[in-house]
């Protein structure tokens, strides 16, 4: 199992970013898919989750209304676009499944909300 994390990077209070995660070593389109994150000093923290068929989705409430879960079972890839971003987003964002009774995480992608 390998999860790659990518897209992050720097942007401006307000803006918007998305970030992608490409998966392999296992039949993505069967398994549930989340992202975390973890800021500097702070313990890390779970941001959303979707379903394997992407019919459902749930958020923490501190991104609900901001941040939307998509993913794309041809391409084996789960994406975060996160709108309104605001600097308490600033972390590394963490494409995370579980897969049987076994958590898999990728390396991470930093995400810097700054002006």
């Known amino acids: 199992v390998q999860l790659v994390e990518s897209g992050g990077g720097l942007v401006q209070p307000g803006g918007s970013l998305r970030v992608s995660c490409a998966a392999s070593?296992?039949?993505?389109?069967?398994?549930?898919m989340s992202w975390y994150r973890q800021a500097p000093g702070k313990e890390r923290e779970y941001v959303a989750r979707?379903?394997?068929?992407?019919?459902?989705?749930n958020y923490a409430d501190s991104v609900k209304g901001r941040f939307t879960i998509s993913r794309d079972n041809a391409k084996n890839t789960v994406y975060l676009q996160m709108n309104s971003l605001k600097p308490e987003d600033t972390a590394v964002y963490y494409c995370y499944t579980v897969r049987f009774s076994r958590n898999y995480w990728g390396q991470g992608t930093q995400v810097t909300v700054s002006s």
């Open positions: 979707i379903t394997s068929t992407g019919e459902s989705t």
């Open positions: 070593g296992f039949t993505f389109s069967t398994y549930a």
